[in-house]
């Protein structure tokens, strides 16, 4: 099992000053589009390279058939374990029933797996920190190209 660190990075990218809803997950509305163009800088000239690349979904089902309820928490990493990269996307529900649909959207073609985290109580105040009574489970690794992709993540007591 990953240590603390490694599931703090889970989490702490996009909670470490906001409420996990400002992660961009599924059930976040979408952002409003711009009704100018925006000045130049460089942020705007990265996203400018990824809409050059197709972006795509990563359906992710988590599975638990186990009696524990408490808060999910779902991340698409770069790396396994994850240890200095935050998820490049991220889905989490307080009251999660099973089987959990985590859609990870805006992902450039790569190599990732996806993370899931039921954090037990005590569950961790903003960021995962994962302990010894946490539920975790990794995907195998999925491979993505110019399509969506579609992966099963099993937790297990």
Do not use: H
């Not at 991220?90 to 029933?97: A, I, K, Q, V, Y």
């Not at 099973?98 to 903003?126: K, N």
Request: glycine share 8%; charged share 15%; aromatic share 4%.
């Amino acid at each position: 099992m990953p240590s603390s660190r490694v599931l703090a990075v889970l989490c702490s990218a996009c909670v470490a000053s906001a409420p996990l809803a400002a992660c961009g997950g599924a059930s976040d509305p979408p952002a409003p589009s711009p009704t100018s163009d925006p000045p130049v800088s460089g942020a705007a000239t990265r996203d400018a390279g990824k809409a050059a690349s197709k972006l795509v979904t990563v359906r992710a089902t988590v599975r638990y058939a186990g009696s524990a309820r408490a808060p999910l928490s779902v991340g698409l990493f770069t790396e396994n374990p994850p240890k200095t990269r935050p998820p490049v996307a991220f889905d989490t529900s307080t009251r999660p029933t099973f089987p959990f649909s985590a859609e990870l959207r805006d992902v450039e073609p790569g190599t990732y797996w996806v993370i899931a985290v039921l954090d037990l109580p005590p569950t961790s105040a903003g960021a995962v920190v994962l302990g010894a009574e946490d539920i975790q489970a990794s995907s195998e690794p999925v491979v993505l190209g110019s399509t969506d992709g579609q992966v099963d993540v099993v937790l297990k007591d």
